[in-house]
C-alpha cells in the first residue's frame, strides 16, 4: 500500500447529504443504498420502463421514472436524472458505474444544478476520458505505457493487436486481431459498439500482449491531498474481454511488485488531481521475470469488483466516496490487508454453437423463477469470518430483459488464505437455486476448483484467447451434471410427478384410504415411462409401483428411499442423495441435488407436430435488432463470413455462414426488432445442391 500524504491538517466535513439520487440501477444502484441507509441518507432512484418492478427501484426512498426503454432514452439523459434529483429534493448524485458514471459534462452539470457529486473532478474524468489522451499523460507522469497504433498504418509485423474504444470499459468496443485481413471488420464493429455503448465511436489500436495478467490497484483520495492505494486484485480471467473472476491480492504479485504497482497508481491519480475511489489498471507481461507492467487506464469510477478490496481490507468504498464528497478526510491510518476474497459474476446465459463451428457465451433472456444462493450471510457488506457475499441486483420474479448488461449478481468469498476463499465460494455457487434463465454457473464452479486456477497459473488468454487451450475450454464449460447424474435426475423428476399425481386426490375421498398409482394391477402397477428433453437430448426412465414401494427400472443398484413432489431420495452404491425437484412453465423441470443442477422439459407421450424449418435456416440466438447487414438475397457466401449483426444486451452478436453456398432467404433489415428463434437467412450449401442435382 502507497500513500501521499497532505502538509497541511484535515478539515472537518463542509456539506452533509441528506437525500442522494443514484444515477444508475440494478446491482449496483441497490449496493449504493445499502450503504446510504447505513449512513442515515435518503436515496432517489431511477428507473426506465423495463425496470419498474426492479429491487432497486422499489428499495429506494423515493424512485422517478425515466419514460423509455434503451439506455440512451434512460439511463444516459443527463438533463432527464438532473432533473429527477432536482424534483425528488435530492442534494447528490452517485452515478455507479457503466452509463455516466465517466461522463465529464454530466458531473458538471450536476455541480452546475448545485448538488454535490459523489465521484472525481470533472477535470480528472476527461483527463481520462479519452483513452489516447489519457496515455499520453500517464507518459508524461513517468507511468509505463503500451505505443499507439494508427489503424491505417497497421502491418503483418505489428499483430496481434488490440482496438479499443476511446471513450468507455468493461470489454465493450474491443476486438483482437491476429489477421491483417480482420483488421477492417474489427474496427467498424468496435465503433459501432462503441457508439452505442458510449456515445463515441472513437477506437484506437495498441499492441496486443499475449497471455499478459490484467491487474488493477484500487486509489481513493480526499480533497485535502492524500492518496492512497489499497493493494492489487486479479481480473485475468475473462472471456469477450469481461471479467468474470476477480481477486485480492493477486498471486502473481509479490511485495516488492506491489510496491512498484502502487507507486505508478499513485503517480497516475496524482497527476490529474484526482479525488474520490477510483481504479488504475495494468497489464503485467506474464513471462516477463523483472515484472514488468504497461498502464491501461484509469477507472474514474467505482469498480464492478470492488468487494474484493473491501473484504480484504475491511472498509466501505461507497461510505469512503460519500464521505469525501462531503469534504471529509481519509483517516491517518490506512487499513491493514486480511485475508484473501474472491469474486466471480453470475450471468445469464448460455454457451451456444457460433456460425464457423465455434462457441461462446451469448446472453439469456428469461424470468428467475427461484434465485437463492445458501450460506451468503453478508448482502452487500464485508463478511466478518469464512464470510459469503451477495451484490445482486435480481431476485426470485425478476425479469432478464434485452436492453441491458445481463449479469445478475456477484458471489464473494472471504478466507484467511486464497484456498479457503476458492473452495468456499465454488461450493456456494454449486449449491445455489438458480432457475428460469441458463447462467455461467457452472462455468465459474469449474475454474474455482480448477488446478490451473489453483495455482495461480491464470492469464487474460485463459478462456478465449489465440492461445487458449481448446481441450481445456471444453472441460470447463462442461456442465457440472454429466451423462449419469442427467439420468438420476429425471428419475427423480418422474417419481415427483407421480407423487405429485397421488397427492391430488379427490376431495371425498378418506386421507386413511390409499391412492393407487395409474396403471395399478392387483398387487403391482403396470411399469411407467417418462420421457424428458435433457442438456443433452431426449432421456427416458422407467419405474414399476408395488405394494412394498417403487423400484427404477434401467438404473444399476438404485433404491428409491422416499418421494415428494418436491423432493425425492435416491441411493444407489450405498451412497443416498437428495434431489429437489421444482416445476415452472408447464412442462420445465429442475433437479438440484449434489450432483448439479439440470433442466428438463417433460415430453408429451404423444409427441406434438413441429414446425419443419428449411435447411440451412440461420436463427437468431436471441432477442436483439438488427445493426449491420452485409449480405443480399441470392448473393454468394463463404464459410465463416460475417453475414449480419445483432444487438443485444449492450453487446454486438455475429451471425456467420455455416458453409460455403448461396443466401436463398433473407428475412431481416438494418433496424428489424427480432425473437428468438426468428429466422434471419437461409444458406443453401453447396453440398445441398449438388445432392439435390
Known amino acids: 500500500m502507497t500513500d501521499q500524504h497532505p502538509a497541511q491538517p484535515a478539515e472537518l466535513v463542509e456539506r452533509q447529504i441528506t437525500r442522494l439520487l443514484v444515477a444508475n440501477r440494478g446491482e449496483i444502484a441497490r449496493r449504493i443504498q445499502r450503504t446510504c441507509r447505513d449512513l442515515g441518507i435518503e436515496t432517489v432512484a431511477v428507473f426506465s420502463d423495463p425496470d419498474a418492478d426492479t429491487p432497486h427501484a422499489a428499495e429506494a426512498d423515493l424512485a422517478v421514472r425515466l419514460p423509455g426503454a434503451a439506455p440512451t432514452d434512460t439511463y444516459l439523459r443527463a438533463d432527464a436524472i438532473i432533473k429527477a434529483a432536482i424534483e425528488a429534493g435530492a442534494d447528490a448524485v452517485h452515478p455507479g458505474y457503466g452509463f455516466l458514471s465517466e461522463n465529464a459534462d454530466f458531473a458538471r452539470a450536476v455541480l452546475d444544478a448545485g448538488l454535490a457529486w459523489v465521484g472525481p473532478p470533472p477535470e480528472a474524468i476527461e483527463a481520462m476520458g479519452s483513452k489516447v489522451a489519457a496515455k499520453r499523460l500517464m507518459a508524461k507522469a513517468g507511468v509505463p505505457v503500451l505505443a499507439d497504433l494508427d489503424p491505417d498504418r497497421i502491418t503483418a509485423a505489428d499483430l496481434p493487436v488490440l482496438v479499443k474504444a ?7 468496443g474491443m476486438r483482437a486481431v491476429h489477421e491483417l485481413d480482420e483488421l477492417a471488420e474489427a474496427l467498424a ?3 459501432r459498439e462503441a457508439a452505442s455503448a458510449f456515445g463515441d465511436a472513437t477506437v484506437f489500436c495498441e499492441p496486443l500482449l499475449v497471455d499478459a495478467r490484467h491487474i488493477e490497484v484500487q486509489i481513493i483520495a480526499d480533497g485535502h491531498g492524500t492518496v492512497r492505494a489499497l493493494g492489487e486484485r486479479e481480473c485475468s480471467i475473462q472471456r469477450r474481454h469481461q471479467k468474470i473472476v476477480e481477486e485480492c491480492p493477486s498471486p502473481a504479485v509479490g511485495d516488492e511488485l506491489r510496491a512498484r504497482l502502487c507507486e505508478a497508481a499513485v503517480r497516475a491519480a496524482t497527476a490529474i488531481g484526482y479525488t474520490g475511489a477510483g481504479t488504475v489498471e495494468f497489464l503485467l507481461d506474464a513471462a516477463d521475470p523483472a ?6 487506464e484509469v477507472n474514474t469510477r467505482l469498480q464492478v469488483e470492488h468487494p474484493v478490496t473491501e473484504c480484504v481490507y475491511g472498509l466501505d468504498l461507497v461510505r469512503a466516496q460519500i464521505e469525501i464528497a462531503e469534504g471529509a478526510a481519509l483517516p491517518a491510518e490506512p487499513p491493514v490487508a486480511r485475508g484473501h476474497a474472491i469474486e466471480v459474476r453470475l450471468y445469464a446465459e448460455t454457451l451456444q454453437p457460433d456460425g464457423d463451428g465455434a462457441a461462446q ?5 428469461g424470468t428467475l423463477s427461484r434465485f437463492e444462493v445458501p450460506g451468503t450471510d453478508a448482502h452487500f457488506t464485508v463478511p466478518r469470518a469464512y464470510g459469503l457475499r451477495l451484490d445482486s441486483g435480481v431476485e426470485a420474479g425478476s425479469r432478464v430483459g434485452v436492453h441491458y448488461d445481463p449479469m445478475l449478481a456477484k458471489v464473494i468469498a472471504w478466507a484467511p488464505t486464497r484456498a479457503a476463499a476458492a473452495r468456499r465460494l465454488a461450493a456456494a455457487l454449486a449449491g ?3 432457475h ?9 464452479v469449474r475454474i474455482l476448483r480448477d488446478p490451473d486456477f489453483r495455482a495461480g497459473r491464470a492469464h487474460t488468454g485463459f478462456l478465449d484467447g489465440a492461445g487458449a487451450d481448446p481441450g481445456r475450454l471444453a472441460g470447463l ?3 457440472l451434471a454429466g451423462p449419469s447424474a442427467v439420468r438420476l435426475s429425471a428419475l427423480a423428476a418422474a417419481l415427483a410427478a407421480s407423487a405429485s399425481a397421488g397427492a391430488d386426490r379427490p376431495a371425498d375421498r378418506p386421507a386413511n384410504r390409499p391412492t393407487l398409482p395409474a396403471g395399478w394391477r392387483n398387487l403391482r402397477s403396470q411399469p411407467q415411462r417418462r420421457s424428458f428433453e435433457g442438456p443433452q437430448g431426449r432421456v427416458e426412465v422407467g419405474y414399476l409401483t408395488t405394494r412394498h414401494g417403487v423400484t427404477a427400472e434401467g438404473f444399476d443398484d438404485v433404491t428409491v428411499l422416499s418421494r415428494r413432489p418436491d423432493r425425492v431420495v435416491l441411493e444407489q452404491g450405498g451412497l443416498r442423495r437428495t434431489f429437489e425437484v421444482a416445476r415452472h412453465d408447464g412442462a420445465s423441470v429442475t433437479v438440484d441435488s449434489p450432483l448439479g443442477s439440470v433442466v428438463l422439459r417433460a415430453l408429451p407421450a404423444l409427441p406434438e407436430p413441429q414446425v419443419r424449418l428449411a435447411a440451412g435456416s440461420l436463427l437468431a440466438p436471441m432477442p436483439g435488432h438488427v445493426v449491420w447487414l452485409g449480405v443480399a438475397e441470392g448473393e454468394r457466401v463463404a464459410a465463416g463470413s460475417q453475414l449480419l449483426v445483432i444487438e443485444a444486451m449492450k453487446m454486438e452478436h455475429r451471425i456467420t455462414a ?5 443466401v436463398t432467404a433473407l428475412g431481416v433489415a438494418v433496424g428489424d426488432q427480432v425473437d428468438a428463434g426468428s429466422v434471419l437467412a437461409v444458406i443453401t450449401s453447396d453440398t445441398s445442391k449438388e445432392q439435390q442435382q
Do not use: E, I, K, Q
Request: proline residues 10%.
Open 166 to 172: 476511446s471513450a468507455g470499459g468493461g470489454g465493450r
Open 189 to 191: 464493429s468496435a465503433r
Open 291 to 296: 515484472g514488468r507492467f504497461v498502464f491501461l
Open 361 to 365: 457465451w451469448r446472453p439469456h433472456t
Open 432 to 434: 445455489a437455486r438458480l
Open 436 to 444: 428460469g434463465v441458463p447462467t455461467n454457473r457452472d462455468l465459474l
Open 477 to 479: 464449460a462442461a456442465p
Open 658 to 662: 455455416p458453409a460455403d453456398g448461396t
